[in-house]
């Protein structure tokens, strides 16, 4: 989440888009006075026994907004006429790419693999003791109204970030891959089964719908020189 004064725009930061990269590009054409996330712990966190990012995320007025704050706290705690009156943007992803994602990075922490992607997404135990359901639909909307000027598309950052930048009359940046963990992981489709394609569909039906998003097939893997000549069996 950023609030640029200097130039009367609002990043509305979504999890698992990139939104450390985003930061880290936007932080060079910040003015003075303008609105980032507090970097690293606050120095009150160590007498609190509840861990700050939690108090935060549920009282942004007391402790400040948390780098993720809702379209609905950030609105509250800067004004609405200054919410309403700023451009506001995020970036969203399609939700079965980004919940492997979530998964991955989450296992990546733990030392283990992707590979029980199916099976933790179908338990029940699973979802309820592990952090596996985001809820990016309230960092750019407001109850079922969308508030950010433009939402956008994670695959196509590349391009619509530049775009976005000289609209808003601010230089190209660089964009890092801030905390790329895992870029060799196979396509997402291929971690899905029809149940957790279906559970998926359910748990973001309103991005899915306010974005058009289709689950993708894999792409096929490229046949080599020597296989093609290999005589079937």
Request: glycine share 6%; charged share 25%; with cysteine.
């Amino acid at each position: 989440m950023i609030v640029s004064h200097a130039h009367r725009f609002i990043f509305l930061r979504t999890e698992k888009t990139g939104g450390t990269s985003l930061a880290q590009a936007l932080d060079p054409v910040l003015g003075e006075g303008d609105l980032t996330p507090r970097k690293g712990r606050p120095a009150w966190a160590r007498y609190s026994p509840i861990h700050h990012g939690a108090l935060m995320r549920q009282i942004p007025d007391v402790f400040g907004l948390h780098p993720h704050a809702t379209a609905a706290q950030v609105r509250r705690v800067i004004g609405a006429k200054t919410f309403d009156s700023y451009f506001k943007f995020a970036v969203e992803r399609n939700p079965w790419d980004r919940q492997v994602s979530l998964y991955t990075h989450r296992a990546w922490k733990k030392g283990k693999g992707p590979e029980d992607f199916d099976r933790d997404m179908r338990s029940r135990l699973y979802r309820n003791t592990e952090y596996c359901r985001l809820n990016n639909w309230a960092n750019y909307a407001i109850g079922e109204t969308l508030v950010a000027d433009r939402v956008l598309d994670y695959a196509r950052l590349d391009t619509a970030l530049p775009a976005l930048l000289s609209e808003l009359g601010l230089p190209p940046v660089s964009l890092p891959r801030a905390r790329a963990y895992n870029p060799d992981r196979p396509h997402y489709a291929t971690y899905y089964t029809e149940a957790t394609h279906a559970l998926i569909a359910r748990w973001y039906r309103r991005e899915i719908k306010a974005f058009d998003y289709h689950f993708e097939t894999a792409p096929e893997e490229p046949v080599t020189a020597g296989e093609a000549a290999r005589p079937a069996a």
